[in-house]
Nanobody, 125 residues
Framework: QVLLVESGGGLVQAGGSVRLSCVPSGRTFSSNAMGWFRQAPGKEREFVAA????????RYADSVKGRATISRDNAKKTVYLQMNSLKPEDTAVYYCAAGKLFSAGSTRDSEYGYWGKGTQVTVSS
């Protein structure tokens, strides 16, 4: 069974930072685009950031641009999402997802075939 396992969430004060990690289990996604999405209570899942299969391209939602950095370390088989200057509206469950082979990354969740179970990030004001 292929899983993506997220970690690094928790309770953070507004203005603080969090670094989320995503590690696959069952296979490697070193040639796949990877993405982060989030879902707040009562809201639809939304795109946060994506990184291309070779790390050469990144994309960000306007809501996190300038505050988020997505990166990958294929040697460690890990994808990261660094979020700074956190706001209460960043509170959500954050999901890691694996996308298409040799892709630059997409903002559409339909382009991702594997998903983790998510990690909760709660930002207190």
């Amino acid at each position: 069974q292929v899983l993506l396992v997220e970690s690094g969430g928790g309770l953070v004060q507004a203005g603080g930072s969090v670094r989320l990690s995503c590690v696959p289990s069952g296979r490697t996604f070193s040639s796949n685009a990877m993405g982060w999405f989030r879902q707040a209570p009562g809201k639809e899942r939304e795109f946060v950031a994506a990184i291309g299969w070779d790390g050469g391209s990144t994309r960000y939602a306007d809501s996190v641009k300038g505050r988020a950095t997505i990166s990958r370390d294929n040697a460690k088989k890990t994808v990261y999402l660094q979020m700074n200057s956190l706001k209460p509206e960043d509170t959500a469950v954050y999901y890691c997802a694996a996308g298409k082979l040799f892709s630059a990354g997409s903002t559409r969740d339909s382009e991702y075939g594997y998903w983790g179970k998510g990690t909760q990030v709660t930002v207190s004001s």
